[in-house]
Nanobody
Framework: VQLQASGGGLVQAGDSLSLSCAAS???????????MGWYRQAPGGERELVAT???????KYSDSVKGRFTISRDNAKNTVFLQMNSLHPEDTAVYYC????????WGQGTQVTVSS
């Protein structure tokens, strides 16, 4: 299983940014029931949950991004998206996508930098 993340970059506080992550090497049926999501890791910090989306589009968000970020998925393309609005400097981190039906697989990480 491989995950290819895209998006990210340098923006100013208050701006929006969109991330996407496409999974390959997994059958469509398995991908359909998999949980997909995003974690992030700030410099010197631990990897923390941002948002997840499960089968049936059940979503979960960390309190720090709730109301600002939206996670979604395209099951036909085995792709998960993260729309990030009203970005804060503290959202600066490397964002990692993942997919799991038990064992997690991780993407390569994409840098998001929010300047004040």
């Amino acid at each position: 299983v491989q995950l290819q993340a895209s998006g990210g970059g340098l923006v100013q506080a208050g701006d929006s940014l969109s991330l996407s992550c496409a999974a390959s090497g997994m059958t469509s049926i398995v991908a359909l029931i998999a949980v997909m999501g995003w974690y992030r890791q700030a410099p010197g910090g631990e990897r923390e949950l941002v948002a997840t989306i499960g089968y049936g589009n059940y979503t979960k968000y960390s309190d720090s991004v709730k109301g600002r970020f939206t996670i979604s998925r395209d099951n036909a393309k085995n792709t998960v998206f993260l729309q990030m609005n009203s970005l804060h400097p503290e959202d600066t981190a490397v964002y990692y996508c993942y997919i799991t039906t038990g064992r997690p697989y991780w993407g390569q990480g994409t840098q998001v930098t929010v300047s004040s």
